[in-house]
């Protein structure tokens, strides 16, 4: 478990992280998202003790990070993948990491296996491609066996298959009861891989939640409605709240929710033949609740240069 509580970070006269409080929980696969700039980075070296805070604290199992005996054994990270010696194999940068913590060569090869280095792991980590060197970090990260795993955008270089096997790997590491937190800026990866939310703007706390209540608290209430009388519902409604769609018979519909249209069109005796909710994806619901926290936008300001650090 990690528990942040009033963390502060100051460099000078910017605040990268201000007064930051959450917690993140084990048996979840938590992702932790924000805008350029929001921190994030900096938090995650807080959490691992790579800089110590202006103001707050933030433990992990218990303990300040610093203060385990074998942090290893209690959390595995990776934030950034090229952070190897370039001239060691993936194989020598593993048996190094394991017999400085006591940690057996079997594991060492059955990590090779895990990540599918088998083929090069007697391959310098200098001449591995990003998606290679982001599985032999992951395999670092993993190599004590820790309760707490703490990934910065691990799916950057792999192709769909290391995508698939990354979300299937991190999903069962949160369902061993491990406390799994991930940076990630691919919207539509996280919506498939997270079940909880911590969102960050400008160093403070936007959100801390499921990501299902993350997308409703950003979707405005809109309906799909499929009748054969659409021209006549568009009337009732108004072109306020009604659009006719291309399609002839379907309208969409803002600011009602479901019961609303369907006792509408009951007590107007419009028959419905569909009436779907639509909720906005991640990403939509990313841009609206970060709107505000934005430190890089485009000169019409209407778009971001990225929606993550």
């Given at each position: 478990m ?5 963390l ?15 917690t ?9 998202l ?15 003790g ?16 610093r ?7 209690e ?7 090229r ?7 993936a ?8 017999q ?16 599918g ?12 491609s ?90 405005a ?6 009748t ?12 306020e ?8 018979d379907?309208l ?12 509408l ?32 936008e ?12």
């Amino acid at each position: 478990m990690i528990v942040a509580d009033a963390l502060t970070k100051d460099y000078g006269d910017k605040r990268a992280v201000d007064a930051l409080s959450f917690t993140v929980r084990p048996g979840l696969v938590t992702g932790f998202l924000g805008p350029n700039g929001s921190g994030k980075s900096t938090t995650m070296r807080l959490i691992l003790g790579l800089d110590a805070p202006t103001s707050g604290r933030v433990i992990v199992n218990g303990k300040p990070y610093r203060e385990h005996p074998a942090p290893l054994h209690e959390v595995g990270a990776l934030l950034e993948a090229r952070s190897v010696h370039t001239g060691r194999s993936a194989y020598n940068h593993l048996v190094a990491l394991a017999q400085t913590h006591g940690i057996a060569k079997s594991r060492v090869n059955d990590l090779i296996d895990l990540v599918g280095l088998r083929d090069v792991a007697r391959k310098r980590a200098g001449q591995f491609s990003l998606g290679m060197g982001q599985r032999l970090g992951i395999a670092s990260a993993l190599l004590g066996d820790p309760d707490t795993i703490i990934l910065d955008e691990p799916v950057n270089g792999l192709d769909p298959e290391g995508i698939h096997w990354i979300r299937n790997l991190l999903k069962g590491l949160a369902a061993e009861g491990r406390t799994v937190f991930v940076s990630s800026h691919l919207m539509s990866e996280m919506a498939l891989t997270a079940e909880h939310l911590i969102v960050i703007g400008r160093g403070r706390l936007i959100a801390d939640t499921s990501v299902d209540h993350f997308i409703d608290m950003a979707s405005a209430k809109r309906v799909r409605v499929r009748t054969p009388e659409a021209d006549r519902l568009h009337l009732l409604l108004g072109p306020e709240r009604a659009i006719l769609g291309p399609e002839p018979d379907v309208l969409d519909v803002h600011g009602l929710s479901t019961q609303q249209v369907g006792e509408l069109a009951f007590r107007n005796a419009v028959p419905i033949y569909e009436l779907t909710p639509q909720q906005a994806s991640l990403e939509e619901a990313f841009m609206n609740l970060t709107a505000g926290a934005v430190e890089f936008e485009t000169a019409l300001g209407s778009t971001r240069a990225e929606i993550a650090a």
